[in-house]
């Protein structure tokens, strides 16, 4: 499947490889709304940061809402067993200047297996994922309005992905903030 958006699909690849270095040099973090934060690219310029600033007056080119595991579970051949993954999250997009408004993506910190899929469950709504490398995404807006619509509505949420060497790994997001978050990150970037 061709990516929907390659520049923003890059662009997220590039804010997410170093999420915690991230709030600290090339993005903004604007708020926290217990377990999503909400982030804007590029930032404001202070005296810590000019490179790629903007001016204050300015909208932000990007900004988005994102979220880690709060558990990680593995499986192989049924069976649970011991691994690890790198930086997990969950990321809703919004870029104006190509029409982007709450784009789902999602990397497990690992790479997954070539033509897998990603189950993500909602409640009692569940959903396909097509990825690449260590990236998932929904197919199409239409599916990304319907995932921001069940994680509104929902408690928590399962990706649940297959990774190149086979191993099941289930990760659980936790849909406690989620709203503020988005609605920030949409406003920034309205």
């Known amino acids: 499947m061709k990516l929907r ?24 973090k ?24 903007r001016a204050s007056s300015d909208k932000p080119q990007e900004c988005f809402a994102g979220s880690q595991p709060v558990s990680t579970q593995f499986f192989k051949n049924g069976s649970s067993v011991q691994a690890s993954t ?29 033509g897998s899929k990603v189950r993500l469950e909602i409640g009692t709504n569940t959903f396909e994922l ?6 998932a995404w929904a197919s199409s807006a239409d599916q990304d309005a319907a995932i921001v619509a069940a994680m509104r509505r929902g408690a928590d ?15 659980k997001f936790s849909l406690k903030g989620f709203t503020a978050s988005v609605d920030e990150a949409q406003r920034r970037c309205n």
């Open 86 to 114: 790198g930086q997990a999250e969950v990321l809703i997009l919004y870029r104006p200047s190509e029409g982007i408004v709450g784009q789902v993506s999602f990397t497990g910190g690992y790479a997954f297996g070539d």
């Open 5 to 28: 958006t390659t520049g923003a699909v890059l662009a997220l690849v590039t804010m997410a490889a170093a999420w915690p270095a991230l709030a600290q040099e090339t993005v903004n």
């Open 157 to 171: 949420g399962t990706m649940t992905g297959t990774s190149s060497r086979g191993t099941t790994v289930v990760q």
């Open 30 to 53: 604007v708020s926290e709304a217990d377990d999503w934060t909400t982030f804007e690219y590029p930032p404001v310029c202070t005296a810590s940061v000019t490179s790629g600033c």
């Open 130 to 135: 097509f990825t690449q490398g260590e990236w």
